[in-house]
């Protein structure tokens, strides 16, 4: 079963930057997209970026311009550089992975990680 990491959240003011990373581990398949979804109290979990295996990004209308995907396929690790924090961005971050084979698919959700950014 497929294993996350996620590392890098905090207590941030608004305007500042943070850098959440994702380390995947225990792949048996190949991991096909991953991503980066958030949690805000009382609010539904929602998209804020995803990245397949061959780069293609999807962006959270909300955080387009200020947000940046990234992945390291040979190390199975996805990053999310976010930059000009809104107090808005506060919520749990988590990272997901799709694992897939030609038979197979299941979706794998990291622990999350506190982002709080203050007005």
């Known amino acids: 079963q497929v294993q996350l990491v996620e590392s890098g959240g905090g207590l941030v003011q608004a305007g500042e930057s943070l850098r959440l990373s994702c380390a995947a581990s225990r792949i048996t398949f190949s991991i096909a997209a991953m991503g980066w979804y958030r949690q805000a109290p009382g609010k539904q979990r929602e998209l804020v970026a995803e990245i397949g295996s061959g780069a293609s990004t999807i962006y959270a209308d909300s955080v387009k311009g200020r947000f940046i995907i990234s992945r390291d396929n040979a190390k199975n690790t996805v990053s999310l550089q976010m930059n000009n924090l809104k107090p808005e961005d506060t919520a749990v971050y988590y990272c997901?992975?799709?694992?897939?084979?030609?038979?197979?698919?299941?979706?794998?959700w990291g622990q999350g990680t506190q982002v709080t950014v203050s007005s």
């Open positions: 997901k992975a799709r694992e897939t084979s030609a038979t197979y698919e299941n979706d794998y």
